[in-house]
């Protein structure tokens, strides 16, 4: 099989209807502009996550769903094949949590969470969001879709891996509330072999500690649709929603036990 020169793929979240697939596919032209364009692969997924936290359809910044006491708290995380993680928990008032987690990324540290993880933001000079930038907002849960789940990213630029992640969490859920997101190895991760992003309940995804062991099984050169259809069965349609976008050097995967708006561009050498 011959090797891709870059493959990114990005989705919507569990739950996305698939009509949203325009907004999905906008967030990977950007991707791949940035690749073109000589951005780091970390940037790279940065880039396509924003996109998709601007877009209100999505479930993570300006789409965010709020809690329970109203108030809209995220979570995001970005990890590349050189070893660099970045994470950001319980954050609230920045557009584009995605670029706060990268930020993290070029410290000592891989989590900051709430308060501290804002000042750290504000210092870095990320751009704030207000409560009435966001469509859904207000503790009447009845206007915005509460079955969509987390926006992701992942792509390889012909040497490197990175995957990202960026969330509203779960709308009415306890204030505090962290899911898969922040975790590394539970929502994403990135080797040398490829990268993996996840999007559904939160929860769930965490005990299954799912993207490391979907990774494990690229690694030991297991298919991108055979991980797929794998990972996929260790969640139950019913209960659990549950998608994945992955990609090694040579192909990819993405699916869901949802509706998942969700988009894929490669290229070979
Ligand atoms: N998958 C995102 C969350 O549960 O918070």
């Not at 090797?3 to 996305?16: N, P, Q, V």
């Not at 995957?163 to 204030?175: N, V």
Request: aromatic share 6%; proline share 3%; hydrophobic share 40%.
């Amino acid at each position: 099989m011959s090797e891709k020169k870059y493959i990114l793929l990005t989705h919507g979240g569990a739950g996305s209807k698939n009509e949203y697939q325009d907004g999905a596919r906008k967030a990977a032209d950007t991707g791949i502009q940035a690749i073109n364009s000589g951005a780091s692969v970390m940037d790279v997924v940065c880039q396509a996550v924003a996109v998709l936290e601007n877009d209100s359809r999505f479930n993570a910044g300006v789409g965010s769903h709020p809690r329970a006491d109203g108030s809209v708290e995220m979570d995001a995380a970005v990890m590349d094949s050189l070893g660099n993680f970045g994470a950001v928990a319980v954050i609230e008032g920045f557009k584009n949590p995605i670029h706060v987690a990268n930020a993290v990324t070029r410290t000592q540290y891989k989590v900051l969470a709430g308060q501290g993880a804002a000042t750290f933001a504000q210092k870095a000079g990320l751009e704030t969001m207000t409560k009435d930038q966001i469509p859904g907002t207000g503790t009447d849960f009845s206007t915005t879709d509460s079955s969509t789940d987390t926006v992701g990213c992942v792509a390889f630029d012909g040497t490197n891996f990175a995957a990202g992640l960026s969330t509203g969490g779960i709308k009415g859920a306890i204030p505090g509330r962290v899911g898969d997101v922040p975790l590394i190895g539970c929502g994403l991760y990135a080797g040398t072999a490829g990268a993996v992003a996840a999007t559904g309940d939160g929860e769930t995804i965490a005990m299954h500690m799912t993207a490391i062991r979907a990774y494990q099984m690229l690694e030991r050169g297991d298919a991108p649709q055979k991980v797929l259809d794998e990972v996929i069965s260790w969640f139950h349609p019913e209960d659990d929603a549950f998608g994945l976008i992955l990609i090694n050097r040579n192909g990819y995967a993405g699916g869901c036990n949802r509706s998942m708006a969700w988009a894929a561009v490669s290229e070979e050498k």
